[in-house]
């Protein structure tokens, strides 16, 4: 029986308190050549997975953490995981854990930053004065601090119930091409 989001205690923190800002630096978006180096942009979705690069002259940025979009169409204060070395454009930033942190730690983090989106857009866009400011909520334990080890079984647990639903519809899919064979 997995505690409910709403049944936990939540306080507010300051990104700064968890993570390194290092702003996107790809500009000259015409001149990139086609690889497989994901070019993540300040899209509403797919990641913000814009197309896919050859490395240039500009450093990459390693995986296992967050990206922020700092404006974009709609996609203002809108975070992402990202698991693998990305090129990132200047309208992103990201954000380096300054602690250990699971993947699903930070998948957990990347929507409780998203949610205070509505804060952005509409030409307010996160500057980095604004990123030193910016406040998220998070749930927290007995002594005020962030809960780790709820986040993360939270996440596991929301991961988990996808890849069964997954798992049903291929089973389904399979059984009507192979005539009721099991695959």
């Known amino acids: 029986s997995m505690m409910k989001l709403r049944e936990c205690k939540w306080n507010n923190f300051l990104l700064s308190d968890f993570f390194i800002f290092k ?4 500009n000259n978006m015409n001149s990139l050549n086609q690889g497989n180096i ?10 913000g997975y814009k197309s896919f690069i050859n490395p240039n002259e500009k450093p990459l940025y390693e995986g296992h953490c967050l990206t922020l979009n700092n404006d974009g169409d709609g ?8 698991p693998v070395k990305m090129a990132l454009d200047s309208h992103v930033t990201a954000l380096i854990p300054k602690i250990e942190m699971s993947k699903y730690v930070l998948l957990f983090f990347a929507k409780c930053i998203s949610m205070q ?20 909520m998070l749930p927290v334990n007995d002594e005020d601090k962030p809960d780790y080890v709820f986040m993360e079984e939270y996440m596991k647990a929301i991961e988990k119930r996808l890849l069964n639903q ?18």
């Open 117 to 136: 989106r509505k804060l952005f857009g509409h030409g307010r866009s996160i500057n980095s004065s604004r990123m030193r400011i910016f406040r998220f």
């Open 75 to 82: 996609g203002a204060g809108l975070a992402y995981y990202q």
């Open 38 to 47: 994901p070019l993540v942009s300040a899209k509403k979705n797919d990641n």
């Open 166 to 183: 997954y798992k049903n519809y291929i089973d389904s899919k399979c059984q009507k091409v192979m005539g009721g064979v099991i695959c």
């Open 23 to 26: 702003k996107g630096n790809q």
